[in-house]
């Protein structure tokens, strides 16, 4: 059984900032391709960040210079850093990771976390 599983979200005021985790756990030989993703009420979920294995990464240009992935191959887990943050930026936040294990590669995704940006 392999779990991904986040923390971190939370309430915060606009031009604060939040930190989110996302660790996976289970059956997993390595994690190649790690991101988040985030989906607001009415939208379509859309590609926040990403992050391979040998640390290279992309953004969305919507958070670029205010948003940073880093990930810990060791523990398998991944992290956003979310400063400057906007009420726009409220949404669902969901991890995704492409998990190698016994049985072959396979996606999987965490279960959300809230991140909602209001005074």
């Known amino acids: 059984q392999v779990r991904l599983v986040e923390s971190g979200g939370g309430l915060v005021q606009p031009g604060g900032s939040l930190m989110l985790s996302c660790a996976g756990s289970?059956?997993?030989?390595?994690?190649?391709?790690m991101a988040w993703y985030r989906q607001a009420p009415g939208r379509q979920r859309e590609l926040v960040s990403e992050?391979?294995?040998?640390?290279?990464?992309r953004y969305a240009d919507s958070v670029k210079g205010r948003f940073t992935i880093s990930r810990d191959n060791a523990k398998n887990t991944v992290y956003l850093q979310m400063t400057s943050l906007k009420p726009e930026n409220t949404a669902v936040y969901y991890c995704?990771?492409?998990?190698?294990?016994?049985?072959?590669?396979?996606?999987?995704w965490g279960q959300g976390t809230q991140v909602t940006v209001s005074s």
């Open positions: 995704y990771a492409n998990i190698h294990h016994t049985t072959g590669p396979a996606a999987y």
């Open positions: 289970g059956n997993i030989d390595r994690i190649t391709d």
């Open positions: 992050i391979s294995r040998g640390g290279f990464s």
